[in-house]
Nanobody, 126 residues
């Protein structure tokens, strides 16, 4: 079992920055991939960014490329999402996800993740 706790959401003006954190506890192994997804009311949850296992390779959704950065502190079992140049379209509940058995082709598929955080609200005002 893995428990995920997110923090760092809030209200920010367009063009500003926020950093989300997700700390994992429990059975976190070197093969655990971690990701961020987001969801707005009435819409499907969408992939934002992910780090594949402990290899460090990172992947981003097109709308956030060049603005968001995912990083990982292995010693703290924490993954971060640095969000810069925020837009009103980035407003959503952001969820951290983790799974230890993902293959690369499944990294962007939310249904493939076994563990989820509670979500943190990010609101960008224009």
């Amino acid at each position: 079992q893995v428990q995920l706790v997110e923090s760092g959401g809030g209200l920010v003006q367009a063009g500003g920055s926020l950093r989300l954190s997700c700390t994992a506890s429990g059975r976190v192994v070197s093969s655990t991939s971690m990701a961020w997804f987001r969801q707005t009311p009435g819409k499907e949850r969408e992939f934002v960014a992910a780090m594949f296992r402990n290899y460090g390779s990172t992947y981003y959704a097109d709308p956030v490329k060049g603005r968001f950065t995912i990083s990982r502190d292995k010693a703290k079992n924490t993954v971060y999402l640095q969000m810069n140049s925020l837009k009103s379209a980035d407003t959503a509940v952001y969820y951290c996800a983790a799974d230890s058995s993902l293959i690369l082709s499944s990294l962007m598929i939310d249904s493939q993740y076994d563990y989820w955080g509670q979500g943190t609200q990010v609101t960008v005002s224009s």
